[in-house]
């Protein structure tokens, strides 16, 4: 059974502290280290955060061997010209370990921050589309011109271009049938947290009818794309889903957990390092037992 184990940090620690926390990720051995890509979230608005490409940066010349990435980026308050330069500049620092999680955004602080008013959900859509294309482009080619409707770019250089060809990999979160369209035609990975409307009453087992759904849907649209969905990388972002509470409750708690989404097609399980007094708080001596022994028990079931 092939399932790859990851994290993902959110950026609330002064480096002093951080850098650790990313070291340590890297010696338990995770697959990658993700971070949020937001100007603030949540519950933790008024609270340290830091910027998410600056974290990365730093990760990057404190590590040698996980992947980093954003988990995700968004249009909210993001160019693709702009981001397009900070991407390469961090392939390039990272030797070429970093991964592009993007999605269409919501309707939170990010979507404001700006001054602009919140955007509808077809426009947020759109704008996703225009967004990645753009961004596709940028990373692929040396110089671009082109104007969209949302989005222009004027003889935008992007040289040398990244380490990882033909360009640094996207992980692309969707659900519905045009975010899994872009999936199909731009994804190296697809990204999940399980079905929203689950979090409050779901059960676990319609947690995973969800998910399941949600991967026949996306072979769809890869067979609609011409692609082999076998391409493409099944990312799990747990933390959102019924049995949140409970996975993190010791490693068989969590090995039952994984197989289980294992046998729907979920190739790489994302776990928040935990974060006390939090939606995120967990048991330290449980999250890093999981590391290291975790995949290890999952693979000999």
Known sequence: MCMRLSTVILPIYRWAEGREVWRQAEELG????????????????????????????????????????????????????????????LDDISGGRVVLGIGSGGTGFDATALGQEAWSPRERAARFGEFVDMLDA?????????????????????????????????????????????????????????????????????????????????????????RDPGELERIMLTGFTPDRNTMLDSVDAFVDFAGRHAELGVTEIVLHHPIPDSDFAADHEVFTRIATEGLAQLSSH
């Open 30 to 89: 995770f697959h990658a280290a993700y971070t949020y890509d937001h100007l603030t979230w949540r519950t933790f608005r008024d609270k340290p955060w830091f910027g998410a490409v600056p974290t990365l940066t730093a990760a990057a010349v404190s590590t040698s061997r996980i992947r980093l990435g954003t988990l995700v980026t968004s249009p909210n308050f993001r160019h693709p010209v702009t981001l397009a330069k900070e991407l390469m500049s």
């Open 138 to 226: 940028l990373l692929t080619q040396p110089a671009l011109t082109r104007r969209g409707t949302y989005y222009t770019a004027e003889e935008a250089r992007t040289v040398p271009g990244c380490v990882q060809r033909p360009r640094l990999p996207f992980a692309v979160a969707a659900t519905g049938p045009r975010g899994l369209a872009l999936t199909a035609r731009y994804g190296q990975a697809w990204v999940t947290t399980g079905d929203p409307a689950l979090y409050d009453e779901g059960t676990p087992e319609q947690s995973r009818a969800a998910i399941r759904g949600q991967i026949e849907r996306l072979g769809e649209a890869c067979a609609a794309a011409g």
